[in-house]
């Protein structure tokens, strides 16, 4: 059938006339479509172009943030140093403090006497409350060397931290506050108490993880408060329920709540509706392997108190809700308890690197 239609169109001419107008369609087509390429091409050079343009603007952007940054740097650290300079003058015109208000040899034997008092407590997991840890001149004492909130890391305004390293300059009542809490009350006072009243659940906790041959070995050797700092936490601060890093053994939390401070945003404590696996450098959630924690007590924020709790058992969290009064600041000291790194490593050949810090 297509032979036929093609000798019927060669012989009435019309099939040269069709190739010709053929070809002419096709030119057509090609040149819109060249047009249609090139005007393409030209968009994407152009866009190319203001790509380059935008990103020799990005790095003038990139100069002035830099340079905000810096100002913001400098504006605090002027804004801290106004703040020292006010602090040392309020503090000397208050006149000396009450002598032996940070006098070892005084508050000593109250802070082991308050820790000695306290009851042990095993739901969910091994635990004390300590009230009245230390005498109350010297709580009011510390009290007055919490510094201003400019002092505190900046990053999240719910959750701040001060450690004494990091401090270039502060009031000199906040340096000696912290460096009596720092190098005196926890190491000297409440770590040594600490480590004896809990005695007989870390040799378990020990044994547990490590075996019977091993376990009491690693009990006996020196244990040392680390990862130590002030915190700060603020209304929309929320922390899950948790355990504590791997090599600690137990964590200690120290309450500086203020006259007219709520006693409701303490520390929760969780039961586990089973065993983790423990083994973790960092802080485990345990609802993360499926493992439901119930709430089962709160420890209330309470004035010159202390808890120290086993880093087993139960989980702990904290929470202060978004719809709590703005002005809320709840001020509190935490430290880790774990065993010597070195002395560690000897038992376990594990380097300090695998010691919580």
């Not at 002419?24 to 968009?43: N, P």
């Not at 343009?53 to 990139?62: I, V």
């Not at 376990?215 to 050797?221: Q, R, S, V, W």
């Amino acid at each position: 059938m297509a032979g036929v239609l093609q000798r019927l169109l060669t012989r009435s001419g019309l099939l040269p006339v069709l190739r010709s107008q053929w070809r002419a369609d096709q030119s057509a087509a090609a040149e819109k479509l060249e047009t249609r390429l090139d005007k393409r091409v030209a968009e994407l050079k152009a866009q190319v172009d203001r790509v380059a343009d935008l990103a020799d603007r990005l790095k003038g952007l990139e100069a002035i943030a830099d340079s905000v940054e810096r100002i913001t740097n400098v504006d605090r650290e002027v804004r801290m140093l106004r703040a020292t300079l006010a602090g040392d003058i309020a503090d000397r015109h208050k006149g000396p403090h009450r002598p032996g208000v940070f006098d070892a040899d005084r508050v000593a034997p109250h802070v082991a006497r308050a820790i000695a008092s306290a009851p042990l407590q095993t739901d969910p997991s091994v635990h004390i409350v300590i009230n009245d840890l230390m005498p109350p001149d010297t709580y009011a004492a510390l009290l007055e060397g919490i510094p201003p909130r400019i002092f505190f890391s900046q990053r999240d305004n719910a959750k701040q931290n001060i450690r004494l390293s990091q401090l270039d300059v502060a009031p000199e009542w906040t340096l000696q506050t912290l460096a009596f809490l720092e190098n005196v009350l926890i190491p000297k006072m409440m770590v040594p108490t600490l480590l004896k009243t809990l005695e007989p659940h870390i040799r378990e906790f020990y044994i547990r993880e490590y075996g019977a041959g091993l376990g009491p070995a690693l009990a006996a050797i020196p244990h040392e408060a680390t990862s130590g700092r002030l915190m700060l936490r603020r209304p929309g601060y929320h922390l899950d329920p948790h355990l504590d890093p791997k090599r600690v053994v137990f964590t200690t939390l120290l309450y500086f709540a203020r006259p007219g401070d709520s006693e409701a945003f303490g520390t929760s404590f969780y039961r586990m509706s089973g065993t983790p696996n423990i083994d973790r450098t960092t802080t485990f959630y345990p609802e993360t392997q499926g493992i439901t924690c119930d709430l089962v007590k709160m420890v209330p924020f309470k004035p010159n108190s202390a808890v120290a709790f086993l880093n087993w058992g139960g989980a702990h969290g904290a929470d202060i809700p978004k719809s709590a009064p703005a002005e809320t600041e709840r001020y509190s000291y935490q430290f880790y308890v774990s065993p010597d790194p070195a002395a560690l490593a000897r038992h376990v050949g594990e380097t300090e690197s695998a010691v919580a810090e």
